[in-house]
Every structure is written in structure tokens, then in C-alpha cells.
């Protein structure tokens, strides 16, 4: 099972405050934890909302909204991809985790979803789809 593992951002994070020396060497030690036990597939810090824009569709209308976005606590500061049995292992792998913020902080876990949770839908011809995408993408990267 694969997991986003989503660092919810704060004031701070909001605000460009970077990370402490500390808390950087903290994080580096649990990544390579992470990877070393085969959990991790990728995971980054992103650039307050500040720096980015939302793209809202109504329709054919597309409306672009440029950063920032005042509702922090629905904002994410950074993410990893994991893949371990159970969400209870993810969650006793993200407890292990150095508390991402100066302050207090979330981590919210989401299950991503895998070709057999959409059912007949998603047709065969659609999985040869996917696939082909998928195999692309780990050529190019």
C-alpha cells in the first residue's frame, strides 16, 4: 500500500521561516531510516503558498488564483510517498518522525489509490494506459 504523508503547514512555514540546522540533520537521519527500511519513495519540502497559485475549474472556465492562501491549516508544507502493509504501519513510522515545526504540527496520511480500487471502470485498455505512463515516467526520471 502507498501513502502521502503530508506535512500541514503553519504561520512559520507560511512565512519562509527555513528549518533549523537541527531539525534539518533530524529529518536527513529519519529519511535515511525511511529508505533504508525500503518505506520511502520520495518525499519533498515545498515553497510557502506564496510562491504558487491554484488553478479553480467551473465548467470549461478555468480561473487562476495566484499565492498566498490565507487558510494555513489547509495547506501542505511538505510530503513523502511511503509504501509499507497497513496504515497502521505508516502511522507508526510517521510517530517516529522529528516534529516537522518550531511548534505544534499535523502530518495527515492519505492511502493513494491503486489501479484495483476502481473496479470495472477502469477497463482494460485504460490499465494498459496507465501502464505505458508509468513506465515512461521511471525511464525519464
Request: proline letters at 5%; aromatic letters at 8%; a negative charge.
Given at each position: 500500500?502507498?501513502?502521502?504523508?503530508?506535512?500541514?503547514?503553519?504561520?512559520?512555514?507560511?512565512?519562509?521561516?527555513?528549518?533549523?540546522?537541527?531539525?534539518?540533520?533530524?529529518?536527513?537521519?529519519?529519511?535515511?531510516?525511511?529508505?533504508?527500511?525500503?518505506?520511502?519513495?520520495?518525499?519533498?519540502?515545498?515553497?510557502?503558498?506564496?510562491?504558487?497559485?491554484?488553478?479553480r475549474?467551473?465548467?470549461s472556465?478555468?480561473?487562476?488564483?495566484?499565492?498566498?492562501?490565507?487558510?494555513?491549516?489547509?495547506?501542505?508544507?511538505?510530503?513523502?510517498?511511503?509504501?509499507?502493509?497497513?496504515?497502521?504501519?505508516?502511522?507508526?513510522?510517521?510517530?517516529r518522525?522529528?516534529?516537522?515545526?518550531?511548534?505544534?504540527?499535523?502530518?495527515?496520511?492519505?492511502?493513494?489509490?491503486?489501479?484495483?480500487?476502481?473496479?470495472?471502470?477502469?477497463?482494460?485498455?485504460?490499465?494498459?494506459?496507465?501502464?505505458?505512463?508509468?513506465?515512461?515516467?521511471?525511464?525519464?526520471?
Amino acid at each position: 500500500m502507498r501513502f502521502m504523508v503530508m506535512v500541514k503547514a503553519t504561520a512559520d512555514s507560511e512565512a519562509g521561516v527555513m528549518p533549523s540546522e537541527e531539525l534539518l540533520a533530524a529529518m536527513g537521519r529519519y529519511n535515511e531510516e525511511l529508505v533504508e527500511a525500503g518505506v520511502m519513495l520520495a518525499g519533498e519540502g515545498l515553497q510557502p503558498s506564496s510562491k504558487g497559485a491554484r488553478v479553480r475549474f467551473s465548467g470549461s472556465q478555468r480561473t487562476v488564483i495566484d499565492g498566498p492562501f490565507m487558510e494555513t491549516k489547509e495547506l501542505v508544507a511538505g510530503f513523502w510517498i511511503f509504501q509499507v502493509a497497513s496504515l497502521e504501519e505508516c502511522i507508526e513510522w510517521v510517530k517516529r518522525c522529528p516534529n516537522p515545526m518550531p511548534g505544534d504540527s499535523d502530518i495527515e496520511i492519505r492511502q493513494i489509490f491503486e489501479a484495483e480500487d476502481f473496479g470495472a471502470e477502469f477497463t482494460p485498455e485504460l490499465r494498459e494506459q496507465e501502464e505505458r505512463i508509468r513506465a515512461r515516467i521511471s525511464i525519464e526520471n
